[in-house]
């Protein structure tokens, strides 16, 4: 049995190792430094993969998680996300979309 301790995600649910787990700023650090989630590299990953900066800023509904599971591409990459083993690090492809808008 391992000693680690562990943390739900508030994305994908699974039980994750607290080493496994980062803060997701809802709005940016200037505006509110405390409005915070904590999620799993993955869905950390998956959210800034599929979105870029500027979109988490400005638009509105981006700035919760349930903004967030509103969006058809983030539902479908946690999915995914939700059939793996915490700790083993998935890969995620930035959108074209994004990749378009970051140029």
Known sequence: MSTEST???RCCERDCPKTWMQKHHLKTKKVDKKLIEWLCKDCHR???ALFSIKELR???DLTTLEGLRTKPEFVKAVEYIKTQTPGKRIRMRTSKRTRKRKR
């Open 7 to 9: 943390m739900v995600c």
């Open 58 to 60: 400005k638009q509105e």
């Open 46 to 48: 998956a959210v800034h």
